[in-house]
């Protein structure tokens, strides 16, 4: 089946670092990938999606420049939060779907844990 | 405006015995998907069930069915014979736009946090 690897799972750093979250289709190809972020108890957020080759199309209210998406190959997406502040603290976690496959079911990574201190 | 609405935030259920985790949408596109997804407490998402908009039929996947009334937009998850480890969060999710194209996304419901009852 069809498996996302993310990369870190959780990762803590310091106010005003950047941080590359790494999102890897391992047995399929995936021109699109898209990014969710997801807050203690409550529901995943989409922030954007990830198109090979172009520029990401983020959601209203998502800064595309606090949150640089690059998808430079058919199996690798990177989301790098910029400056990180607290308030940028969340489970981040990304998705794929195989092109062709079952009615674009999304496939997810586990996940990366941001915590900013 | 919510696009996926999941009225109940917890659900209790007995261990063997069968819930229904509700689900409304609201969407004017015609073709869309209708998806369940189970998260536990490591946080992956684990996809359960999808429902096409076109499909005549509901969607069934072992325990788990889905109850898809295309005129009430609803399409609630049925978990028969409810074991321990369904104890998790249930989202419900709508892909919307054109598949073909990849130009598609797909948006979450709230979230019903399920606890099997031994």
């Known amino acids: 089946g069809a498996v996302v690897s993310q990369h870190p799972s959780w990762v803590i750093c310091k106010s005003g670092t950047s941080v590359k979250i790494e999102c890897r289709s391992l047995d399929f190809q995936a021109t699109t990938m898209f990014w969710y972020r997801q807050f203690p108890k409550q529901s995943l957020m989409l922030m954007a999606t990830s198109n090979e080759g172009s520029k990401a199309t983020y959601e209203q209210g998502v800064e595309k420049d606090k949150f640089l998406i690059n998808h430079a190959s058919l199996t690798l997406s990177t989301l790098t939060v910029t400056s990180a502040h607290p308030e940028d603290s969340s489970f981040y976690i990304c998705?794929?779907?195989?092109?062709?496959?079952?009615?674009?079911?999304?496939?997810f990574g586990a996940g990366s844990r941001l915590t900013v201190l | 405006a919510q696009k996926i609405t999941q009225t109940q935030p917890g659900m209790f259920v007995q261990e063997k015995e069968a819930v229904t985790l509700d689900c409304t949408y609201d969407?004017?596109?015609?073709?869309?998907?209708l998806f369940w997804y189970k998260q536990p407490s490591s946080g992956e998402m684990i996809f359960l069930i999808y429902?096409?908009?076109?499909?005549?039929q509901n969607a069934t996947e072992g325990r788990y069915s889905l109850n898809f009334q295309k005129a009430r937009k609803s399409a609630n998850l049925v978990i028969s014979a409810s074991q321990l480890g369904d104890s998790a969060m249930y989202f419900c999710?709508?892909?919307?736009?054109?598949?073909?194209?990849?130009?598609?996304?797909?948006?979450f419901g709230a979230g019903t946090r399920l606890f099997v009852k031994a």
């Open positions: 998705s794929a779907s195989p092109r062709g496959g079952r009615a674009n079911v999304l496939t």
């Open positions: 969407t004017s596109d015609p073709s869309y998907g």
């Open positions: 429902q096409g908009s076109y499909d005549q």
């Open positions: 999710a709508m892909r919307e736009g054109e598949v073909n194209t990849g130009g598609f996304k797909t948006i």
